[in-house]
């Protein structure tokens, strides 16, 4: 309970070496922070959802990005009248209870490299076996 959702998983996926995987999440937090890409300015927008809410689903991956382990999640939340909210996972979305999966897979890596298109850090074609 009180840990940073996003920085947790971070956290156990650079600690174990963990270059390719799929990530799951369900609970709920006292407080989210997501972040929604504006694609016109190629920004983040930040977006803070400060009250206690249910993780309805929270996914993603780790890939590569400068040859670290690098995860990208996304997530729902809902509130206490069943309103949706959710984004881009982002530091500053706080733990009151969850339950996470981290698959490692197998097989070549992903790793990220700026895109010019899209202003944002995608997987790169190129990417090598690990
Ligand atoms: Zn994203």
Not at 13 to 31: D, H
Not at 58 to 76: E, I, Q, R
Not at 79 to 92: A, P, Q
Request: aromatic fraction near 8%.
């Amino acid at each position: 309970m009180g840990s940073d959702l996003y920085e947790s998983i971070s956290k156990i996926c650079t600690e174990e070496e963990i270059k390719i995987g799929k990530v799951t999440a369900l609970g709920a937090v006292t407080q989210a922070a997501v972040a929604y890409y504006d694609q016109k300015k190629k920004v983040y927008k930040p977006i803070t959802f400060k009250k206690h809410l249910e993780i309805l689903n929270c996914s993603g991956n780790v890939s590569l990005k400068d040859g670290k382990p690098f995860v990208h999640m996304h997530a729902t939340f809902a509130d206490g009248r069943g309103n949706v909210f959710g984004g881009h996972l982002t530091s500053g979305t706080l733990v009151f209870a969850c339950e996470l999966t981290i698959e490692e897979l197998e097989g070549r890596a992903l790793d990220r490299k700026p895109d010019e298109i899209t202003g944002l850090n995608l997987w790169d074609k190129t990417s090598v076996l690990v």
